[in-house]
Nanobody, 124 residues
Framework: QVQLEESGGGLVQAGGSLRLSCTAS????????MAWFRQAPGKERKFVAA????????DYTNSVKGRFTISRDNAKNTLYLQMNSLKPEDTAVYYC?????????????????WGQGTQVTVSS
């Protein structure tokens, strides 16, 4: 079992930055691909960014490319999402997830473990 806990969410003005963290316990993250998803009010949860087990391969949804950076520190069992140039449409609950597959994937169904989420609100 892998337990995931997100932190770093909050309220920020448009154009600002936030850094989300996801700390894992129970098992080492070295054996898992990781990802961030988000769910805006009244909408389905959607893929944001993914990273493979080593951190050498990443993938992003088009709307965050060039603004968000996903990274990981396997020694600290932690996943990060650096979010810059935030927009009101980035407002959502952000979830981290772990997949036992080693490659980065956008497919939500392949992620077995999920955190409880952290709220990000971007004001205009």
């Amino acid at each position: 079992q892998v337990q995931l806990e997100e932190s770093g969410g909050g309220l920020v003005q448009a154009g600002g930055s936030l850094r989300l963290s996801c700390t894992a316990s129970g098992r080492t993250l070295r054996r898992y691909a990781m990802a961030w998803f988000r769910q805006a009010p009244g909408k389905e949860r959607k893929f944001v960014a993914a990273i493979n087990w080593s951190g050498g391969n990443t993938d992003y949804t088009n709307s965050v490319k060039g603004r968000f950076t996903i990274s990981r520190d396997n020694a600290k069992n932690t996943l990060y999402l650096q979010m810059n140039s935030l927009k009101p449409e980035d407002t959502a609950v952000y979830y981290c997830a772990a997949s036992p597959g080693l490659g980065a994937t956008t497919m939500e169904d392949l992620y077995d473990y999920w955190g409880q989420g952290t709220q990000v609100t971007v004001s205009s």
